[in-house]
């Protein structure tokens, strides 16, 4: 099966990252956290996209067990250029383009 390609949007004003298939299919949300949406494709419920709340403070949450199964899973991010990378990979990498300070070093 071919790995998703998501899209990649960060919206600074409101601190939220977007990782979604594009077209984005009729979808649900899934909260394994208050702050880390998952979207389930209604039609045959698989993982389409991903919407972070306060996306700067999401990095201690990347040990959570909640989380472990979604960041783990492998994605194609082509906007930047990424291939076969993990949701945790992509989200060190958003943070890095997207974001400024001492946060995202540790992890990087």
């Known amino acids: 099966m071919a790995r998703q390609v998501l899209a990649l949007d960060y919206y600074r004003e409101q601190d939220i990252l977007y990782l979604r298939a594009l077209p984005l299919p009729p979808y649900g949300v ?5 702050d880390f949406l998952v979207y389930i494709s209604d039609e045959d419920e698989a993982v389409v996209g991903f919407e972070i709340l ?3 403070c999401i990095f201690p949450q990347l040990d959570d067990a909640e989380l472990a199964p979604y960041l783990e899973m492998r994605f194609d991010l082509p906007e930047a250029g990424l291939r076969d990378v993990s949701l945790r990979e992509a989200l060190i990498w ?3 383009r997207y974001l400024v300070g001492e946060r995202v070093a540790s992890y990087a």
């Open 30 to 34: 899934s909260l394994p956290t208050s």
């Open 54 to 56: 306060d996306f700067s």
């Open 94 to 96: 958003a943070a890095g």
